[in-house]
């Protein structure tokens, strides 16, 4: 049986997870921090990690990227999409007038993930503006933080799984401000996966540092993927951390690395002098709303 580390119990993370898998067995490792969701795979516990890279409303988990570039060595074996579906989430009774109906006025504090709060700003300013909002390192967290601490006004924003894993109910459903929230997430480990799923396509991420003192080096990377008509579907600079002003570019091509083009590519590439590192080659997989139990 595969072993997986995952965030907290309850988690977006966490539920997108399940739906990945399906029916199919795992063993789930639970982890508070992102560091040592990564670390369980990358010291090997577990067989794999689940990571968040990337969200239709946010962008780039900056952090997450960060660890994939400079603190480990896991290729990418999987990408999948699901939705982000965030509610605000208490216990009910602390947010009712004496009729029954919905007070927010009585919210003093929200809680949440970083990620997921900025996901659902218009909601808060719109219903709870003065609210006090505080981030921590999940909505799972946020939410069972929560249900620690009753009586106080506080909500999590988080997901309907952690409200059910920590006994509170969702007081207003889907309160993103976008409802094509979705977050894009990678399995990492050293084993090649097979699902017994199909998947949607082929994709190839990359790592290029460019030659330093070569004016145009950057436009000549990108034309040896134009002119062979390779998709690029993400292009994104992050720093090396090592000079000021210099820079990684992670590239997504829609190619396996057997294909017969991207590894020309790749060769034309570094015959510029260019650093070319492999992140993963692995099957995505997109969301399909039929098969997936979305609450």
Known sequence: MKSIAVLPQGSVSHEALLHLFGDEPVNIEHHKLISNVFLATANGVTDYSVIPIENTIEGSVSLHIDWLINEVNLPMQAE????SIQNLISNPKEFTDAEGHKDYSKVVKILS????????????RDHAPWAELESV????EAVEIVSNNPGKGWAAIGTALGAATHGLEVVERQVTDHNNNYTRF???GHQKL???????GDKTSILVTLPEDFPGALHQVLAAFAWRRLNLSRI??????KKLGTYYFYIDVMEPIESVLLPAAIEEIQALGCQVRILGSYPTYTYEEEKAEVQ
Do not use: N, Y
């Not at 994104?236 to 951390?241: A, C, F, I, L």
């Open 186 to 188: 990678v399995l990492v």
């Open 80 to 83: 999948w999409i699901f939705p």
């Open 137 to 140: 390192g999940s909505t799972s």
């Open 194 to 200: 097979e699902l017994p799923r199909k998947s949607s």
């Open 236 to 241: 994104e600079s992050r720093p090396t951390k």
């Open 113 to 124: 993930h970083p990620v997921a709060m900025a996901q659902c700003l218009q909601f808060i």
